[in-house]
């Protein structure tokens, strides 16, 4: 016997019976053909879904909202996404086990999932928290081994390999000429009805003592599509010594894609973390963001992801 689950795309939890859900999982993104799911292809947002469904016997598949919609092949050790689903379901998880819901969700979607998706935690969101619009910031980081590095072959799913030496204090001196609120349409693939304006909160390299590998740490309100790969290609010639360190500003104050900058493979980028306000001022955060991103790109505009 099916239990009903009830679900929407809205913030909030009606009072008549939907709960919403809050997951923090992580997954190996190189089998997947992306997040968003797709006819046909094999996705993260298809797969946690299946789950869900399965996991709560739901008559219809279980929508889900995420905070980084994250391309083919990319990774995420930080992901967080929400589900509205009907609480008498919820609590029906545990069956005859003392287990709270919580812990029985993780545990039977562990036996559920495949192995490259791990659901690390399942809880009752606080009242107001959406995924995406309750976000205050993601990081992503790129991972990058030059000849100046080991190229460790256990590694090679999330780190791109590269012949040259990178000079990583130049790489480092033009991603700073890029942080702050400013329009990123030179680094993201135009989609119709999205708006390309976003606050960089860091971009900054470093080099691992140990292994030697480059690593990108890229931090911002929201990403556009394809952002954060874009502007590592835009970097990573000024490492080469191709570019002046001015090079990515320059391409960025142009306003518009430039051939010139390589789109970075997607195995090198994982999403890291989300980060969140406190739990009382995430309704207000949803609703502040809703209107900044309509007051920027108009009523209806579309918001994607790395």
Same mark, same amino acid.
Do not use: N
């Given at each position: 016997?099916?239990?009903?689950?009830?679900?929407?795309? %809205?913030?909030?939890?009606?009072?008549?019976?939907?709960?919403?859900?809050?997951?923090?999982?992580?997954?190996?993104?190189?089998?997947?053909?992306?997040? &968003?799911?797709?006819?046909?292809?094999?996705?993260?947002?298809?797969?946690?879904?299946?789950?869900?469904?399965?996991?709560? #016997?739901?008559?219809?598949?279980?929508?889900?909202?995420?905070?980084?919609? !994250?391309?083919? %092949?990319?990774?995420?050790?930080?992901?967080? =996404?929400?589900?509205?689903?009907?609480?008498?379901?919820?609590?029906?998880?545990? +069956? @005859?086990?003392?287990?709270?819901?919580?812990?029985?969700?993780?545990?039977?979607?562990?036996?559920?999932?495949?192995?490259?998706?791990?659901?690390?935690?399942?809880? #009752?969101?606080?009242? %107001?928290?959406? $995924?995406?619009?309750?976000?205050?910031?993601?990081?992503?980081?790129?991972?990058? =081994?030059?000849?100046?590095?080991?190229?460790?072959?256990?590694? #090679?799913?999330?780190?791109?390999?590269?012949?040259?030496?990178?000079?990583?204090? &130049? *790489?480092?001196?033009?991603? +700073?000429?890029?942080?702050?609120?400013?329009?990123?349409?030179?680094?993201?693939?135009?989609?119709?009805?999205?708006? !390309?304006?976003?606050?960089?909160?860091?971009?900054?390299?470093?080099?691992?003592?140990?292994?030697?590998?480059?690593?990108?740490?890229?931090? =911002?309100?929201?990403?556009?599509?394809? *952002?954060?790969?874009?502007?590592?290609?835009?970097?990573?010639?000024?490492?080469?010594?191709?570019?002046?360190?001015?090079?990515?500003?320059?391409?960025?104050? =142009?306003?518009?894609?430039?051939? @010139?900058?390589?789109? *970075?493979?997607?195995? %090198?980028?994982?999403?890291?973390?989300?980060?969140?306000?406190?739990?009382?001022?995430? $309704?207000? @955060?949803?609703?502040?963001?809703?209107? @900044? #991103?309509?007051?920027?790109? +108009?009523?209806?505009?579309?918001?994607?992801?790395?």
């Amino acid at each position: 016997m099916h239990i009903p689950v009830l679900l929407q795309a %809205g913030v909030g939890i009606r009072e008549d019976g939907p709960v919403r859900l809050r997951l923090d999982l992580g997954y190996d993104g190189t089998d997947f053909s992306g997040w &968003a799911a797709q006819p046909g292809r094999r996705t993260v947002e298809g797969v946690l879904s299946d789950a869900l469904t399965t996991l709560l #016997r739901a008559p219809e598949p279980v929508r889900l909202t995420v905070a980084g919609r !994250t391309d083919a %092949g990319v990774h995420a050790r930080g992901q967080v =996404a929400h589900a509205d689903v009907d609480d008498t379901a919820y609590l029906a998880v545990p +069956g @005859r086990s003392d287990r709270s819901p919580e812990q029985a969700a993780i545990t039977r979607l562990a036996g559920i999932l495949p192995p490259d998706v791990v659901v690390h935690r399942v809880c #009752r969101a606080p009242d %107001g928290f959406d $995924a995406r619009f309750s976000a205050t910031s993601r990081r992503y980081r790129y991972r990058i =081994a030059d000849a100046g590095a080991v190229h460790d072959p256990l590694r #090679r799913r999330d780190t791109v390999w590269l012949r040259d030496t990178l000079d990583v204090a &130049a *790489m480092d001196a033009a991603a +700073g000429q890029l942080l702050g609120l400013g329009d990123f349409a030179a680094f993201c693939k135009r989609r119709e009805g999205a708006t !390309t304006v976003r606050t960089l909160l860091a971009f900054m390299w470093t080099r691992d003592v140990e292994s030697g590998v480059v690593e990108a740490t890229v931090v =911002a309100d929201a990403f556009c599509h394809s *952002m954060v790969r874009a502007l590592v290609g835009a970097v990573v010639p000024v490492g080469l010594g191709r570019r002046d360190p001015e090079w990515p500003r320059q391409v960025q104050l =142009a306003g518009i894609r430039d051939p @010139r900058v390589l789109v *970075m493979p997607a195995h %090198g980028l994982s999403l890291e973390e989300v980060s969140y306000p406190p739990d009382a001022d995430l $309704a207000a @955060r949803a609703l502040e963001a809703r209107a @900044r #991103r309509e007051e920027i790109a +108009g009523p209806g505009a579309r918001h994607t992801g790395d």
